[in-house]
DNA sequence: AATGCCTGTAACTATTATAATTACACCTTT
DNA sequence: AAAGGTGTAATTATAATAGTTACAGGCATT
């Protein structure tokens, strides 16, 4: 698997908790679905909790979404998964020297720009709900079976 | 050093390249004021190159820009640095159960969020040009002295 | 209350993207 | 021709992150 999918499965997993009907799915199961671990699933389950998008109970499989699927943004998924690090969509280089007029200055001109650059990037989030995805993947699915 | 720092490499690169007065700098001595080896910014100068930003004579040290700094937004850089697999913000993840409703039509489903994201993203990088920043450095270091 | 199945999470390993570096052919100016 | 630079391929090192192991603890059924 690549790098930085967290939210990609963040999103699976809550369309999994979303569409299930009554059958509580085990992180087994979700892995299987997501094509990876039961861990990562928990793992990106435990950062949804946090972020009190979704109930689940030690202990017991599967869980429920703490909100109505039209109220949650694919917006409030991103900045459930994502940590600090990746906070800012682009890191700016480390070491500049500070000895240059450029070099000492060079990262307080791009925090602007890229602080505006992530604003409009999860400003667009917000255009999606786990609705709009649970909705075009079961009309798709229906599609496929007719 | 981080990952993913190309991009402001790149602007630190094209402002030294802006404010530079006559004395043309050598790879190793913009390498010095990012931070970083001489031949990492010969790399993205070449990048730079290609996407007709700057121009450089093959032996000879420094460049300049192919265009007026008001003419060169951030966008334009990062499309110019930006490789295939970073175009897209988000790695959608790779093994989704074909077998499983949810996973065959996970990743169909994310294109068009991503990618509005994305774009949003891009756009935001269009209101701001290689000019701006080199105002902003250029001022910032004049106080600096006062 | 005991067993079995599950979650939650810490800790470790494997993988992989990317920055750093080495090496060298080729260009330009003196 | 010599010195000093670029352009770029190829390799190594580093670091982020996915995958995995391990295990303590919760819950339900018996």
Redesign the interface.
Same mark, same amino acid.
């Given at each position: 698997?690549? !790098?930085? /999918?967290r939210? /990609?499965?963040a999103?699976?997993i809550l !369309?999994?908790v979303a569409?299930n009907d009554a059958h509580p799915a085990t992180s087994e199961m979700m892995a299987?679905?997501? +094509?990876?671990h039961p861990v990562v699933i928990r793992q990106v389950m435990s950062l949804l909790k946090k972020a009190g998008l979704v109930e689940t109970k030690n202990g017991l499989p599967g869980g429920r979404l703490s909100k109505p699927q039209e109220e949650i943004t694919?917006c409030d998924i991103y900045q459930a998964v994502k940590n600090s690090e990746e906070s800012v *969509?682009?890191? !700016?280089?480390?070491?500049?020297?500070p000895k240059?007029?450029? +070099?000492?200055? *060079?990262v307080?001109?791009?925090d602007?720009?890229i602080l505006?650059?992530?604003?409009?990037?999860e400003?667009?989030?917000k255009?999606?709900t786990l609705k709009? *995805?649970t909705t075009? *993947?079961?009309e798709?699915?229906s599609q496929?079976n007719k």
């Open positions: 698997m690549r !790098v930085n /999918t939210f /990609t499965v999103i699976h !369309v999994l569409l299987e679905s997501v +094509g990876s694919l *969509i682009f890191d !700016v280089h480390q070491n500049p020297n240059c007029p450029v +070099g000492c200055n *060079i307080s001109a791009l602007a720009p505006h650059a992530q604003d409009a990037m400003n667009a989030l255009d999606y709009d *995805i075009y *993947i079961v798709k699915y496929q």
